[in-house]
């Protein structure tokens, strides 16, 4: 049977014999041995809650801004140590090849289903940047650099891990962890910097990301957006300002860089899940930048015309060929210079979109149900305009189906108001488990007969 066929009937029959052994029914409640288990997953989730808590303080409060490579590494080496506690081979893949830290991979068991679990150790707060320890709030809440995005998520995939080793059922998987140490600024090449989590997958059934979606626990993702990074360079002709417009000087570099800017807005902002936004502009008579650099310097004066301009962004589309036909439209505006200026327009690699396939929303399906079985209520996939894109993206084209969005929901990402919901903690943990409990059994059971 091909692996696409088997999930499909694995899927099929799971959700239904969940449906019979717990519809209405608390786990509590329910009087069989998979119940029993369960409820002993659950309760070893209760239990390992102060040390998970303690060991998110403890990660949140070490810098690990992409490019700190070594602080990346020492969170790296924190669940290194965790996982290896637990039975798990773990190595330190170097990312000096594509100038990262690198990534954590550790791998667990022979038998049983093959789940991919997905992570990332770095956070978009730099060394030197203000932001930097964790602080409670209240009983529920926590401020912190990557607390939510991913801190906590590599926290909530740990505790659920540790829950079924535990009950004694960890050894009915196959489990591949991959915490990748750039993915809020990827390294490049791709092809090296995501080998880990292409590889993993590859051998994998089942991606299960860690991420938070759009931080509501309602919800998680079985399509992303795919995104890359694009570079504008704009070039005028410098000369006194009282000359700006006329033949010889033209309109000079900042007027065509507007132009641009809002061609791509007036073009494209009304195409469905379609994003791009310019995130750095450096104009003036002279420019310091390098490229891919977040920063640089510009010198300028009021009574000259702009020389040079350069404009760093981003863009997101739901499928390639949205992706296609937004750079097509984006290079025609480009070639359409005003008088004596000149433009060019570069796309670096990016990441994939990841379709919302049948057998994707059959493990939602799966996930719904659980997190039903709790009483927490019903997860719904999230719109694909509300959360960015992430690592699972480089599995999904590989597995047979993809979930995201099951880490510490939490508001703020990426800016200093980030804040996790640590009562998400508990619950994303619970239902991670039983996920990975589920897809166990009775997938092995079925795979042997």
């Not at 320890?133 to 801190?151: E, N, R």
């Not at 090296?192 to 626990?217: C, H, P, Q, R, T």
């Not at 939490?410 to 488990?433: F, M, P, W, Y």
Request: aromatic share 6%.
């Amino acid at each position: 049977m091909s692996r696409l066929s088997f999930s499909s009937y694995f899927l099929a029959v799971s959700c239904l014999l969940c449906g019979v052994a717990f519809a209405n029914t608390p786990l509590s409640q329910a009087n069989n041995q998979d119940t029993r288990i369960e409820s002993n997953i659950v309760n070893s989730v209760d239990q390992s809650l102060p040390k998970a808590r303690a060991l998110l303080e403890k990660v949140v409060n070490i810098n690990s801004g992409t490019m700190n490579f070594a602080g990346v590494k020492k969170v790296g080496m924190v669940f290194k140590q965790e996982l290896e506690a637990l039975g798990f081979k773990a190595q330190w893949q170097d990312g000096s090849s594509y100038n990262r830290a690198g990534s954590l991979v550790a791998e667990y068991g022979t038998q049983g289903k093959k789940i991919l679990l997905i992570g990332h150790l770095d956070t978009v707060f730099a060394k030197d940047d203000a932001f930097q320890t964790y602080q409670m709030l209240d009983d529920t809440h926590a401020a912190g650099p990557g607390v939510s995005d991913m801190k906590g998520g590599d926290v909530v995939m740990l505790t659920a891990i540790k829950a079924l080793k535990q009950a004694g059922v960890l050894d009915r998987v196959r489990l591949r962890v991959v915490m990748t140490g750039d993915e809020e600024k990827s390294g490049l090449p791709l092809s090296a910097s995501k080998k880990a989590i292409a590889d993993a997958a590859k051998w994998a059934d089942v991606a299960l990301g860690f991420e938070d979606g759009d931080g509501n626990i309602k919800t998680a993702v079985i399509a992303r957006r795919g995104a890359a990074d694009w570079i504008l360079k704009v070039t005028g002709e410098p000369a006194h300002s009282s000359q700006i417009f006329t033949e010889k000087v033209g309109d000079g570099a900042i007027y065509e860089m507007a132009r641009i800017l809002n061609g791509f807005r007036e073009s494209l902002s009304s195409m469905d899940n379609l994003t791009f936004n310019p995130g750095l502009i450096l104009a003036g008579t002279d420019i310091d930048h390098k490229t891919n650099a977040t920063n640089g310097s510009a010198l300028g004066k009021t009574n000259v015309v702009s020389k040079e301009a350069v404009v760093m962004g981003d863009i997101r589309a739901l499928s390639p060929e949205q992706l296609d036909k937004a750079k097509e439209k984006m290079l025609e505006i480009v070639s359409q210079s005003l008088p004596m200026t000149s433009a060019s327009l570069i796309f670096n690699e990016g990441y994939p979109p990841m379709a919302a396939t049948e057998n994707n929303r059959k493990l939602l399906a799966l996930y719904n149900q659980i997190s039903e079985d709790l009483g927490y209520g019903k997860v719904v996939a999230v719109n694909p305009r509300n959360a960015g894109a992430a690592d699972i993206s480089f599995a999904a084209n590989y597995v047979d189906m993809s979930l995201d969005g099951l880490g510490l929901m939490g508001t703020g990402g990426h800016t200093s108001d980030e804040i996790g919901d640590l009562g998400s903690l508990e619950k994303n943990a619970k239902k991670a488990a039983l996920l990975m409990y589920r897809l166990s059994e009775p997938a092995a059971n079925l795979l042997n007969k």
